[in-house]
């Protein structure tokens, strides 16, 4: 489990720009370089969103957890969370708002289109 490393969560994304074009939401943009790595950037609106992979950012939604070095994994989650939480201050800091959706709710279809489209509108 080790040698898994994150090569970004295509499907995820991939259903968050699919959401884009079914509400025609437009300005954003994909690997945007800037620290934090958001998944999306708008850059005139001032808005980053972050698609966050359940297990490895900490969503506990299906209680994976490997059965083998579970303190290396249960520290890096930790590790996870407190990058996240620093990358969020750092953006808000400098005027931009952070949306963070979690893998589970963005595959399973229970974002709040509503609410996210009045966001980025």
Known sequence: MKKVRSSGNKTTEYSLISIFKQEKITGWKRNYPVKGKPDFV???RKIVIFAD???WHGHNCRNVT???NQEYW??????????DRMITK???KRGWKVLRYWECKIQGGV???RSLTSKLN
Not at 74 to 83: G, M
Request: with cysteine; glycine share 4%; charged share 35%.
């Open 42 to 44: 708008f850059l005139k």
């Open 53 to 55: 992979g359940c297990f």
């Open 66 to 68: 490997p059965k083998q």
């Open 74 to 83: 249960t520290k890096k989650r930790r590790r996870n969370i407190a990058r």
């Open 90 to 92: 750092l953006f808000e």
């Open 111 to 113: 974002i709040n289109l």
